[in-house]
């Protein structure tokens, strides 16, 4: 079982849909990060959150310490949001190791 | 515009030769990491740097070797590439703990 997993693995939705990824994991952190990568793309940091929600533009992300879970909400989806979404976990232990989820593989339809 | 460079952005080996990858950071940033995304793998820390001088194993350290003799540069060297290193490797930097990460663009390489 991974340290990290997410659901979906992938997604396909329609254009204005409200769209929700799930990050359950089991390891200790201190946070945990949200990430996008569009094909042949790097890699960009969307959220670091450790308590609560963020909000910024149409994506808002949650955690919940206790149940060890975060969801990734994309509210009126649009075709330039697809991408693949990655959980990582932050670890407290030295060097602030990341550990990843396998990523969501996200197709918005116009 | 400041960030995470890495160079260069692909690259294809023959079995047996040798590389380096660099990878540079200009936000002054303490902790930086060597990264392989395989598919359905999701990403896999190889090296890591908490600071000048200094580097330590990450999960997958095996053929690989990492330098950090500056600040801002940390390298990524494979003695003798075999085609189990074909992958897509990223950089990254943060600075100290439950900072945001910045990544690199990545590295497509490719070991015939």
């Known amino acids: 079982k991974n340290e990290v997993e997410q659901s979906p693995q992938n997604l396909t939705a329609q254009e204005g849909e409200f769209i929700t990824i799930n990050c359950s994991y089991s390891v200790g952190i201190s946070a945990l990060h949200w990430l996008q990568q569009h094909p042949g793309g790097g890699i960009v940091s969307l959220f670091m959150l450790s308590s609560g929600k963020k909000k910024h533009g149409r994506l808002i992300a949650t955690i919940n310490i206790q149940e060890k879970h975060s969801s990734l909400h994309i509210t009126a989806s649009h075709p330039r949001d697809s991408a693949v979404y990655i959980c990582?976990?932050?670890?407290?232990?030295?060097?602030?190791?990341?550990?990843f989820g396998e990523g969501t593989q996200l197709t918005v339809n116009p | 515009n400041a960030g995470v460079t890495q160079t260069p952005k692909f690259r294809v080996l023959k079995t047996g030769q040798s590389m380096t990858l660099l990878c540079a950071q200009d936000?002054?940033?303490?902790?930086m990491y060597w990264y392989r995304q395989d598919p359905g793998m999701g990403l896999r820390l190889i090296h890591y740097?908490?600071?000048?001088?200094?580097?330590a194993k990450g999960e997958v350290p095996d053929g690989y070797n990492v330098s950090r003799l500056k600040k801002q540069n940390f390298l990524l060297g494979l003695e003798s590439a075999a085609p189990s290193q074909t992958s897509v490797y990223f950089c990254?930097?943060?600075?100290?703990?439950?900072?945001?990460?910045?990544f690199g663009s990545g590295t497509r390489l490719t070991v015939v």
């Open positions: 740097s908490v600071g000048e001088g200094t580097t």
């Open positions: 990254a930097s943060s600075h100290l703990k439950n900072y945001g990460y910045t």
């Open positions: 936000m002054n940033h303490e902790y």
């Open positions: 990582a976990a932050l670890q407290e232990t030295s060097g602030s190791r990341l550990t």
